[in-house]
């Protein structure tokens, strides 16, 4: 199983990203996804998840209204879409995947990319 989770950069205050995380080999459609983030001395915490099907999707509250978690089977890739960032958003995003949950432990990883936001 390999994630590649890309589209991280440095962005002004009130810009927009839009990361990416393609997966291989699991089929998409029997996992759970998350994105997650670490800031530096910080714990890593889940920022978006989406469900197998993903008709239900879940974010962290400090998240909500800005950041938008989707999926596209025939790309095998999931999306986090963020918008109206702010330098509390800087952080090492990763991507994972799990079959068990969407807010329980999950076994699958990306690599990380590094979103930095400037004031």
């Known amino acids: 199983v390999q994630l590649q989770a890309s589209g991280g950069g440095l962005v002004q205050a009130g810009g927009s990203l839009r990361l990416a995380c393609a997966a291989s080999?699991?089929?998409?459609?029997?996992?759970?996804m998350g994105w997650f983030r670490q800031a530096p001395g910080k714990e890593r915490d889940l920022v978006a998840a989406?469900?197998?099907?993903?008709?239900?999707?879940q974010y962290a509250d400090s998240v909500q209204g800005r950041f938008t978690i989707s999926r596209d089977f025939a790309k095998g890739t999931v999306y986090l879409q963020m918008n109206s960032l702010n330098v509390e958003d800087t952080a090492i995003y990763y991507c994972a995947a799990t079959e068990k949950s969407m807010t329980g432990d999950y076994d699958y990883w990306g690599q990380g990319t590094l979103v930095t936001v400037s004031s």
């Open positions: 989406i469900s197998w099907s993903g008709r239900i999707t």
């Open positions: 080999g699991l089929s998409l459609g029997k996992y759970y």
